[in-house]
């Protein structure tokens, strides 16, 4: 069975300081997909990134970064210098290849406090 | 440059009325998929199309909901009956071709439905 799981239910932070979302994922599939979303507010789902189980190189995008290990199933988030803006619910989320739904966790609720 | 549309954006409806919430997907999809969201929790899988076959239905959580997709195009998803607990956010996606390797899920919008 494919599970993902965030153990963080909620995090505050005062803005510019660094925050990382943790994830666990639980999958017997050798080739699998890795996301991660953010739903704002306003609800809609906000396409983050993506990774292939083969690619475990460390991803950087401006102040987001993304670390990949295998070793210990975790696919984490750090958001550097945040910003209010960044504020909302981000989820972690697998896929597998031959059967496409995605498999949410059941999110981080991230709070940037001025 | 449209992408997935869903309609009505928010229903309200009465305990045990029917319901019926309709998904435009991006034109030429062929996949189409509908999540269930519950307050506070991550999107939850109901069903899968691949064009006008309903390939998976493992997630719809009980015989009063249906859907369908009978020219593989636009879906509807129809709760028959509704409880308080189908209150949640149902999320339509879409992707242009099944094939081996990642086909991007493309989302709308939602429909946010509260049942009283």
């Known amino acids: 069975a494919q599970k993902v799981t965030q153990a963080q239910t909620e995090i505050s932070v005062v803005e510019k300081e660094d925050v990382t979302l943790d994830c666990v994922y639980e999958?017997?599939?050798?080739?699998?997909?890795l996301f991660w979303y953010k739903q704002p507010p306003s609800g809609e789902l906000v396409f983050l990134i993506r990774?292939?189980?083969?690619?475990?190189q460390n991803e950087i995008s401006g102040r987001y970064s993304w670390n990949f290990q295998k070793s210990t199933s975790s696919f984490n988030f750090t958001i550097t210098a945040s910003q209010v803006v960044d504020s909302a619910v981000y989820f972690c989320?697998?896929?597998?290849?031959?059967?496409?739904?995605?498999?949410f966790g059941k999110g981080t609720r991230l709070h940037i406090l001025p | 440059g449209a992408g997935v549309s869903q309609s009505p954006r928010y229903k309200v409806a009465k305990r045990g009325q029917d319901v019926a919430l309709r998904c435009d997907p991006i034109?030429?999809?062929?996949?189409l998929f509908w999540y269930q969201q519950a307050l506070g929790q991550g999107p939850e899988f109901l069903t899968y199309?691949?064009?006008?076959?309903?390939?998976?239905k493992s997630g719809l959580p009980s015989d009063r909901f249906f859907a369908e997709r009978p020219e593989g195009s636009v879906s509807t998803l129809k709760i028959q009956r509704t409880q308080q607990e189908d209150s949640a956010v149902y999320l339509c996606?879409?992707?242009?071709?099944?094939?081996?390797?990642?086909?991007?899920?493309?989302f709308g919008p939602g429909t946010r439905l509260t049942v009283l």
């Open positions: 996606a879409s992707s242009l071709v099944v094939a081996e390797g990642y086909n991007e899920q493309f």
């Open positions: 999958t017997r599939d050798t080739t699998y997909y």
């Open positions: 990774r292939n189980s083969f690619d475990e």
């Open positions: 989320a697998l896929s597998g290849v031959r059967d496409d739904k995605i498999i």
């Open positions: 034109s030429g999809h062929v996949s």
């Open positions: 199309f691949q064009n006008e076959a309903q390939l998976d």
